[in-house]
């Protein structure tokens, strides 16, 4: 739909809170400028969302820097497209380009304030665009670590591939299992390369994601960052595809693209497969299988190969392509969690279901003599998700919340047809829109 026009028939200029650093008050906080914005996966900048017949009519592409003009103020921000966005609006996030907002924040991005002026409006009417000519390099993370065929259509190949699944409610109603008629089978999934292992015994970790309840927040990104001593590797670093948070949160349009239907988010980490394909291409046994279901690092045996990424299906591994940790600065050693490893250079690392929350668990539980009950072994990802879309525990509890979830109709593993018998799976989404309301 077309914006309101203002007096002088020009765009509008809507000013937003950033998703992430707000207004500047957490523009010098490093986790927070690297998290992915949730719609755009954009890091450490501000942009200028355009509508994609708005970018037409400018002639503009991503990156392309737009001067905007409104009541005699002046800035220029890089132009980026996105779906859904209304026509004949423009949006600029706050929070960018301060001058003196701290050693992290400093050169990021452009200053929104600057277009506001003294009536403090968030839409500010009669706005005029122009291209520059200039161009300007992002750091956007929605193609990185792609599994293959996702860098062109993304929507379009997830849909292909029944990377995310959905129906409508009169669908589920009808066939609650449609989940299954998705499944592709090309191999027996009890097929093995190596002798399969009994975890029927003791626990047997997994993990469920409603993407129902997922709303693309970050918290579990921003947690599993706090809690497993993940670095910030800064811009430059983002740009070539090395970020090194363990969890990504894909983002896929449903629709066309000047109208997309719907936005999904779905959260991807490491599977912890049964049937590891990072285990077996190993040369030095860097990546084990525990008699818990758990796929683990053995950091210090790792020499770097990077063969298990390149084996992942999943591409949830990340690599130490540099010294990203500082190890001097005392603070720094402050914020740190003791209980988990600080990696080095050279080194592969992927979530581990935050296993040193499971040993503290285990612990507690043997020194009464009892095994740990449900909820007390809790993922950093699971405690911080607000819409309690992530559930975690022990497969061979019955009466676990996780356990119940898997039965759950709704219930499907990502690529199950590759055999790897991911523990993580994922709960589909179910829609009820209202009709009166869909166009």
Not at 4 to 11: E, F, I, L, M, N
Not at 30 to 44: A, D, F, N, R, S
């Amino acid at each position: 739909r077309r914006a309101r026009s203002g007096p002088a028939a020009g765009y509008e200029l809507a000013l937003r809170p950033d998703p992430t650093v707000l207004d500047g008050r957490f523009a010098n906080n490093g986790w927070l400028q690297e998290c992915p914005k949730p719609i755009t996966k954009l890091t450490w900048d501000n942009v200028l969302l355009l509508s994609p017949r708005t970018a037409q009519e400018l002639g503009v592409g991503n990156e392309q820097v737009v001067a905007v003009e409104v009541a005699g103020r002046r800035q220029s921000a890089p132009a980026w497209i996105l779906p859904g966005q209304a026509d004949g609006v423009a949006t600029l996030h706050l929070g960018y380009g301060r001058a003196r907002g701290g050693r992290v924040a400093d050169g990021c991005g452009v200053s929104a304030f600057a277009l506001q002026g003294g009536e403090a409006d968030w839409n500010l009417a009669g706005a005029t665009l122009a291209a520059t000519g200039e161009k300007r390099a992002l750091a956007c993370t929605q193609g990185h670590y792609a599994i293959e065929g996702w860098l062109e259509e993304e929507s379009s190949e997830a849909e292909r591939r029944h990377l995310v699944r959905e129906a409508s409610l009169e669908t589920y109603r009808a066939n609650p299992s449609f989940v299954k008629d998705a499944d592709e089978k090309h191999i027996d999934p009890e097929a093995s390369f190596a002798p399969g292992h009994d975890y029927s015994q003791g626990y047997a970790w997994g993990m469920t994601i409603d993407l129902n309840a997922c709303t693309g927040c970050n918290a579990c990104v921003v947690a599993c960052v706090a809690e497993n001593n993940i670095p910030v590797v800064g811009r430059d670093q983002v740009r070539r595809g090395r970020e090194m948070q363990w969890i990504r949160v894909d983002r896929y349009f449903r629709g066309g693209l000047d109208e997309p239907e719907a936005i999904v988010h779905q959260p991807v980490l490491c599977m912890q497969c049964e049937q590891a394909p990072c285990e077996t291409v190993c040369p030095v046994a860097a990546t084990t299988h525990s008699s818990e279901g758990l796929n683990d690092m053995v950091y210090n045996r790792c020499v770097g190969t990077r063969y298990c990424a390149n084996n992942c299906p999943y591409k949830v591994r990340r690599f130490n392509f540099l010294l990203y940790q500082d190890w001097e600065t005392p603070q720094l050693k402050l914020a740190r969690n003791p209980d988990v490893t600080v990696r080095s250079r050279g080194v592969m690392e992927k979530c581990t279901y935050c296993v040193q929350r499971i040993n503290h668990a285990r612990v507690a539980a043997e020194r009464e003599s009892r095994t740990i009950r449900d909820g007390e072994a809790r993922t950093a990802c699971q405690q911080a998700c607000p819409a309690d879309a992530i559930t975690f525990g022990n497969l061979n509890d019955p009466e676990a919340r996780v356990t119940k979830s898997k039965r759950d109709p709704r219930n499907y593993a990502l690529l199950a047809e590759l055999g790897t018998r991911p523990r993580t799976t994922y709960l589909a989404i179910v829609r009820n829109p209202n009709p009166e309301l869909v166009g």
